[in-house]
């Protein structure tokens, strides 16, 4: 195996030197900006080091062998064919040869998936990954998180003898961004639970998804549905699921502290699910939460949904979550999809806290504008690519 350090200005111009001295098989185990030159820490040059190599077996190129010597004594040239045990030691030497080749392939596949990979600040990536890196930025998406899409984009795109373009990388982003949140738990209610509770900051639009998630549930599975509101703050609300409620014919009870809510749950004791909605309020007071607990039996099979809006700032959904993280939340529900163009924020939530998300919801029609969540969906939305379909 031949590795060999190159020097250059640019990443381009290093891998044109590899190309020409090692070939398009070669591999890049490790990149680095250095500093050359100056005086006095002054003037340096910046420039891009790269380590490389190339296995010649792979290169077609097959492992020289030793000839055999001439001069051997005319008893042992031999017309016979070799005998069963020097088969044996040729075979053994073959596998040993094997072996070692093996066992070189699998250290320089370990020091790629170990490679110091740039820094996304540094800008010497090859085009079309910058222009997914770019992208990616636009969104919102973290710089953590980039950093280390970026470094198995790299792997890949050498991988791929280093002429792939923005489409095939933008692929590749997507099949790993959707493979690291894969393991959360998505898509819409299983209805595991009879009592299901959203919760969220004023103004997120708990209300209206709370009546969406009621009309599939009535419509598409047909369960028999019952309301709870506790959101006895403000008369429009509760004026607003009263509407609902008696648009699609279920039966609505105002809870104003524990024991009403104890009673409500009793009446609906024969109903399939019954779902809660929570009053809006300050999500930077954390008294709101301790409220909801005096009115909510939340022990009670009970699955409580997050609502958050995607026009909101990650800083500001954080500080929710936060607000809301002595409640065992399920999953996230974003809503105003379709009054924001970035959903960087969304990914990096979900990645950050391992939450997976229920619904999207991108308008007020009922219960139309609404999409059940994969994990493929928020992939897509996030780099950029519409969905043909805005609604479940």
């Known amino acids: 195996m031949k590795v060999k350090k190159y020097v250059a200005n640019s990443m381009p111009e290093a891998m044109k030197k590899i190309r020409a001295e090692l070939g398009n098989d ?32 792979t290169n077609n190129r097959e492992p020289k062998i030793k000839e055999k010597p001439t001069n051997i004594p005319p008893i042992y040239k031999s017309k016979e064919k070799p005998s069963a045990s020097l088969n044996n030691v040729q075979n053994k030497g073959k596998e040993n040869l094997s072996t070692e080749l093996n066992k070189e392939l699998a250290e320089v596949k370990k ?11 540094s800008g010497i990536f090859p085009e079309s990954i910058q222009h997914v890196n770019h992208l990616l930025s636009t969104q919102g998406i973290d710089a953590d998180i980039r950093n280390e899409l970026m470094g198995a984009l790299l792997e890949k795109w050498y991988i791929n003898r280093a002429n792939s373009g923005t489409e095939n990388v933008k692929q590749w982003c997507q099949e790993i961004m959707t493979k690291r949140i894969s393991k959360c738990t998505f898509g819409e209610i299983s209805f595991t639970k009879k009592y299901v509770n959203v919760v969220g900051p004023t103004g ?28 006895t703050y403000r008369i429009a609300a509760i004026e607003q699921l009263k509407t609902y409620a008696k648009i699609l014919s279920v039966p609505l009870e105002v809870c104003y502290n524990l024991d009403d809510f104890k009673k409500a749950c009793d009446a609906f004791k024969d109903y399939d699910v019954v779902l809660i909605d929570t009053a ?16 909510i039996d939340y022990e009670n099979e009970m699955e409580t949904f997050l609502v958050l809006s995607l026009t909101s700032k990650q800083s500001d959904m954080e500080e929710i979550f936060k607000q ?29 806290y391992q939450i997976g998300v229920a619904y999207l919801t991108n308008g007020q029609d009922v219960p139309d504008d609404k999409i059940s969540a994969s994990a493929d969906v928020v992939t897509k939305l996030t780099l950029g690519d519409e969905m043909d379909e805005r609604s479940s």
């Open 111 to 121: 020091m790629i998936q170990t490679m110091s990979v740039p820094r996304i600040e």
């Open 26 to 57: 070669a591999v890049i185990l490790n990149s680095k900006i250095v500093y050359t030159g100056g005086f006095l820490g002054l003037f340096r040059k910046r420039s891009i080091e790269v380590i490389a190599a190339m296995d010649q077996v």
């Open 280 to 295: 809006g309020r300050n999500f930077r007071d954390s008294r709101y939460v301790k409220e909801l607990k005096t009115t």
């Open 324 to 352: 809301f993280s002595s409640i065992d939340i399920k999953q996230f529900i974003f809503t105003k999809m379709d009054e924001t163009a970035t959903y960087g924020a969304m990914y990096n939530m979900i990645e950050k």
């Open 204 to 231: 997120v639009g708990k209300t209206t998804t709370l009546a969406k998630i009621a009309a599939d549930s009535i419509l598409k599975f047909q369960k028999k549905v019952a309301l709870i509101t506790t959101d």
